[in-house]
């Protein structure tokens, strides 16, 4: 089984947990330190006025389990730090210990240099991470899958993260709701497709619309990233090593499919 | 002259435009060239010895322009050329 731990309960968090659990995830760690405000209810709509000063993370997971008994939801309240060399062991702490388990993390948080930072520590650790952004109307995700070293990973597109003064947080310059629920679910779509290539593992369940239920094992007769592909070059990478771009005000999505760069402190040595 | 993708950050640089068409033989002047008509968007692209910021992709149609021949990319008419910066955002 597959625990997805998503890391930030907000714009982007929560409709990728409402994507993972349409898609059939069973466990999630929901990571937010945050308590739910009047301004957030736009767009993160796992929430409701009634919980306003409530834990995210702990929301978050009452509303997963108020739509599947089925969900094990974790939480955990806390404000991730991008310079602890622990980071990623706070998280394997929290989450489920099963031995068979294996992770995949959605850094969903609006901190570029913990987006980074959890990247660095995934890539570092074999763990598969799925790394997004929105703002306005245009956002990225890209999922890196770190047992395949042949695929780029987020540092081989872009080296550094961007200083604060150079890269507008939502906050500042407001973000479309429906766009981060676009990317959120893009988000969870590409966790899905990498968790589907883990061995031994999921296929987790698919949550069928017409059963209704957790009825159907995701298998090669599932729509995926790769079924859906035209090329022959993507049709490998299962959703991994690509960056999508929306610009969604103007219907534009572009789909870059890098090499791992040289220089780049994951895949310099490969290359 | 090729079609520049302007990224919506950028934009109040370009009045707005998301596309403007410049001219240039390769990413280097043609860069060059859209400061020359929209000042200040150099700056923000490339940093003071004239280098691609880190957290920005450049590309040529489909092609990042670090596998090919970075600033010295020659760049035809007809060509769209996409700047991308990383996005982080996610509140």
């Given amino acids: 089984m597959t625990c997805f731990v998503v890391i930030g309960a907000g714009g982007l968090g929560c409709p990728a947990l409402m994507g993972l659990q349409a898609g059939g995830a069973r466990r999630v760690l929901i990571v937010d330190d945050d308590a739910v405000d009047l301004s957030n209810l736009q767009r993160q709509v796992l929430y409701s006025v009634a919980e306003l000063g409530a834990s995210k993370a ?36 929290a989450a489920p210990t099963d031995a068979s388990e ?35 109307w245009r956002g990225q995700a890209m999922a890196v899958d770190p047992r395949r070293p042949e695929l780029p990973c987020y540092r081989c597109l872009f080296e550094e993260p961007p ?27 590409l966790a899905l497709s990498v968790a589907s290539s883990l061995p031994g593992s999921p296929p987790d369940k698919v949550n069928t619309a017409s059963g209704g239920g957790f009825d159907h094992k995701l298998t090669s007769e599932q729509p995926s990233l790769s079924a859906e592909s035209t090329s022959g070059r993507e049709s490998s990478r299962a959703g991994a090593g690509m960056l999508i771009h929306f610009d969604l005000l103007n219907t534009r999505i572009q789909r870059l499919e890098p090499t791992p760069r040289k220089g780049c402190r994951h895949h310099g040595e490969l290359c | 002259m090729a079609t ?30 859209l400061d020359a008509k929209h000042g200040g968007i150099g700056e923000r692209i490339r940093d003071p010895k004239g280098a691609v910021r880190r957290f920005v992709n450049i590309f040529v149609g489909d092609e990042d322009i670090r596998f090919l021949d970075g600033l010295e990319t020659p760049v035809k008419d007809g060509d769209e050329v996409s700047i991308i910066p990383a996005i982080a955002g996610g509140l």
């Fill in chain 1, 163 to 189: 200083p604060r003064e150079l890269a507008p947080a939502c906050a500042a310059v407001g973000v479309i709701g429906a766009a981060a629920g676009v990317v959120g679910q893009w988000m969870a779509t």
């Fill in chain 1, 58 to 93: 702990q929301c978050a997971a009452w509303t997963l389990a108020s739509r599947d008994r089925e969900v094990e939801a974790r939480t955990l309240a806390r404000r991730l730090d991008p310079d602890s060399p622990t980071l990623l062991a706070e998280l394997l702490d």
């Fill in chain 1, 102 to 136: 294996e992770l995949v993390v959605l850094e969903c948080s609006d901190n570029p240099r913990l987006k980074f930072a959890v990247h660095d520590a995934c890539v570092a650790a074999s763990v598969p991470v799925v790394v997004g952004g929105v703002v306005g």
């Fill in chain 2, 4 to 33: 520049v993708r302007i990224p919506t950050p950028l934009r109040k640089y370009t009045e707005g435009k998301e596309e403007v068409d410049i001219a240039g033989a390769n990413v280097g002047q043609l860069l060059d060239n």
